[in-house]
């Protein structure tokens, strides 16, 4: 798939001013003077898409490896999404980590635990391996899931409820809880983090200020004015209150969207990474290993979304020289 291409931050702004005159539409993120507006969350309740594309059939999830993952179900805004999460273990509550795939079939499969190569392992197998539970949602009109893809705007809430799920599971600590997601999965990242998720940071790899991939071959090929503007997280980065970690490669990848994404965040807790020599996909093993160690120590003061452009460096070099 090729990667994404943004649009001006400038032509979503103006539309966003517009919208805001409509009592029936999505409004923008209120201005000094006026009523506060509406949250991230409540904007996509009151909105109505007609961007959906709905599944003629549906694949269920296979059965994972006994012991590597359990099948589960969790309740989201359309009924019992399904998931996959490393089995309840006892002892201390952990942290964990929910994960969203990239592409546009938020769906989970063979790929959560077969084995990929090291450039290009988008399985977020490290996590896990390390210890800490992990949780791969299936999102709505995927795999056996209620509902039609909505693509960037139902999805969320989705995520928001698969945060919540996690939550609750005995052996996770609640305020220990990390958001991470690849490609459509960091962009999509980025939009539950401006929806006040319940969690201690997020890891966004490789997302885009708007989700115009070009032609996709769904219903996304469709949205324009109001129907992009709510899917765009370039509207609501000032709005990201928990700390969160854009990162991508610098020699290949989506970093184009990191100027737009900058000035959009204002001073929202947001940092930027560009990996020199990394790729869209070489990153991820190295850097979700050391981002999982760093979720493990705990270390005050070394929060895993203060890694830096050094710190990814490293990481990357010790790569180059074991495999």
């Not at 995927?142 to 996690?166: H, I, K, Q, T």
């Not at 929806?195 to 966004?204: L, N, Q, T």
């Not at 999982?292 to 710190?311: C, F, H, N, V």
Request: charged content about 25%.
């Amino acid at each position: 798939m090729p990667l994404p291409r943004s649009v001006p931050v400038l032509s979503l702004l103006v539309l966003l001013s517009l919208v805001a005159c409509s009592k029936s539409d999505t409004p923008s993120p209120a201005q000094p003077g006026q009523k506060k507006a509406e949250t991230f969350v409540e904007l996509r309740k009151g909105f109505k898409t007609q961007l959906k594309d709905t599944p003629s059939e549906h694949e269920p999830a296979p059965q994972p490896p006994k012991g590597v993952f359990e099948k589960v179900t969790y309740p989201a805004p359309l009924g019992s999404n399904v998931a996959y999460v490393t089995p309840v273990r006892e002892g201390a509550r952990r942290p964990a980590v929910l994960w969203i795939q990239g592409g546009f079939n938020w769906g989970i499969d063979e790929s959560a635990w077969e084995v990929s190569p090291r450039d290009n392992d988008q399985s977020a197998r490290a996590f896990r391996e390390a210890g800490l539970v992990l949780m791969m949602p299936a999102l709505r009109g995927c795999n056996e899931n209620p509902g039609s893809r909505e693509y960037f705007l139902g999805e969320v809430d989705d995520v928001l409820a698969a945060l919540d799920f996690l939550a609750r599971r005995p052996d996770v600590d609640p305020e220990r809880i990390y958001l991470g997601g690849h490609s459509t999965g960091g962009t999509m990242a980025l939009l539950v983090a401006a929806s006040e998720p319940r969690v201690r940071g997020v890891f966004a790899f490789g997302p885009v200020a708007v989700p115009n991939y070009g032609e996709t071959g769904t219903a996304l090929d469709r949205a324009k004015g109001k129907e992009l503007a709510i899917r765009s997280p370039v509207v609501f980065m000032s709005l990201i209150r928990v700390p969160t970690l854009v990162i991508e490669g610098a020699d290949e990848g989506n970093t184009f969207a990191f100027d737009s994404l900058r000035k959009a965040a204002k001073d929202a807790p947001v940092r930027f990474v560009s990996v020199p020599g990394g790729t869209h996909f070489n990153i991820l093993a190295p850097l979700t290993e050391l981002l999982a160690q760093r979720i493990l120590r705990g270390t005050p003061g070394e929060l895993p979304t203060d890694l830096s452009e050094q710190d990814a460096v490293l990481a990357m070099r010790a790569e180059a020289s074991a495999h």
